[in-house]
Structure formats: C-alpha cells, structure tokens
C-alpha cells in the first residue's frame, strides 16, 4: 500500500469516527421572523415527521393567519435519508411540495416548491421555553 493511500484510508477512518450524531427534530421550532412556532413529532412508523402550527404573535396573530392555528404544516413526511424528510407542506392556506432538512441539533431549513417553479427556503430555529 502506498503513503498517499494509507494516509487516506486513514484520514477516511478518522472522519467517519467523528461524524456528528442525528440530532432529533422533536421539539417546538420558531421560524426565522419569529412570527409562529410549530410543534415537530415524529409519527406515522416513527420515522415520517409531522408539525403543528402551535403560536402565532408578532403580528402574524391576525384574522387571516388564526384559521390555521392547530394545524398541520408538515404531514407525516416520509424520511427519504438521515435527517431530511420530503412531502406536502401545508402553508397557510397553500399546499407546496417540500423538503425538510435539520441542519443541527438547533436549525431546521424547510424547502416548498409550488409547481416546481415558485420556490421559498425558510430557517427554523429550536424555541428555548
């Protein structure tokens, strides 16, 4: 074997031993404008995710927002690999295909694409009550 390959394979080992544990998506999660907070389960077969709409404020507590309080946002998305999950997401009032994906223990990025052209990313954060 030579150097250059022994000290790959080396460094290979060494990163797969330090490779960050899945944090859990369980928690309450506020978006970034911190206008709703949203309850994050797992359901289903214990591996799809669900959300609840469970807090609106900052001027999102309005007449046309307050329907969908309790709610579902995420729906039972199926985990399509380790810590991203894809399906419909219900936002206000608008059905979106989308991707959920926890960045850290404390951020969760949420991608919905409606028709696959109109698409919008938004940040997560975890609510420290």
Request: hydrophobic share 40%.
């Amino acid at each position: 074997m030579t150097k250059i390959l022994r000290m790959a394979l080396a460094l290979a080992l060494g990163m797969s031993a330090v490779a960050p544990v899945a944090a859990s998506p369980v928690g309450v999660w506020e978006i970034e404008m911190r206008d709703s907070r949203y309850n994050v389960t797992l359901c289903g077969d214990g591996t799809q995710l669900c959300g609840e709409l469970i807090w609106l404020g900052n001027g999102a507590d309005n007449a046309e927002n307050l329907p969908y309080m309790n709610t579902m946002v995420i729906d039972h998305a199926p985990q399509i690999g380790p810590n991203r999950w894809k399906g419909t997401l219900n936002l206000y009032g608008h059905r979106a295909e989308g991707t959920i994906t926890q960045v850290s223990e404390n951020q969760i990025t949420l991608k919905g694409c409606v028709l696959l052209v109109i698409c919008k990313t938004y940040q997560m954060y975890r609510y420290a009550q």
